[in-house]
């Protein structure tokens, strides 16, 4: 296991610990997801943990299900309890680039469904100011518009291969220094064919930061 896995791991157990029985539980998407997936299954093994789960894409539910976690669809629920995911990037103020999976959308709507949404990182995600490239998903007819649009922002537009969930496109946009992530947000939002992006702004209320020994915790309004 590298140093970044066993930081992640310890990130993602010491988060779940808030876990309590009887809670439906959002799970994100990525390897340090897959980190509180799996502890969570071996909570329920070894605990007797009750809890059910919703998921952010289909290799989060496969992960889920093999690890022994009640899984429900998230089409039918209108909130879960608390949510767990990772970070690509986040900054001092909890906004956050999020989407290396690729599932951002999904992961969007989730966290907004949270009453608490818990955030899991190593040491290397904080940062002072988001600069990741920005990963969108856009409807396919919209292609060519949204990449226009992103390159009238300043933003370099580049096709993954591999569409999303949903099969639409997903679009990483190198916009460097990002200093107004609100305003970028809002003018994304604008952009008729662009369903969703990665900038994570309010949705964190508490986030975890693992290191090779010990866990920083950290709470949005302290």
Known sequence: ?????????????????EVTSGMLVGLGTGSTAAFAISGLGRRIAEEGLTITAAGTSLATEAAARAAGIPFLAFDDLAAVDLCI???DEIDPLFR???????????????????????????????????????????????????????????GDPVIRPAPSDQGNLLIDCAFGPIVDPEGLARTLDAIPGLLGHGLFLSEIDALYIGDETSVARRERHD
């Open 1 to 17: 296991m590298t140093t970044g896995d066993i930081s992640k791991r310890k990130a993602a157990e010491a988060a779940i610990a």
């Open 85 to 87: 995911d990772g970070a």
């Open 96 to 154: 956050a680039i999020k989407g290396g999976g690729g599932a951002m959308l999904r992961e969007k709507i989730v966290a907004s469904a949270a009453t608490r949404m818990i955030c899991i990182v190593d040491a290397s995600k904080p940062v002072e100011t988001l600069s990741r490239a920005l990963p969108i998903e856009v409807l396919s007819f919209a292609r060519a518009y949204v990449e226009g649009a992103i390159r009238c922002l300043g």
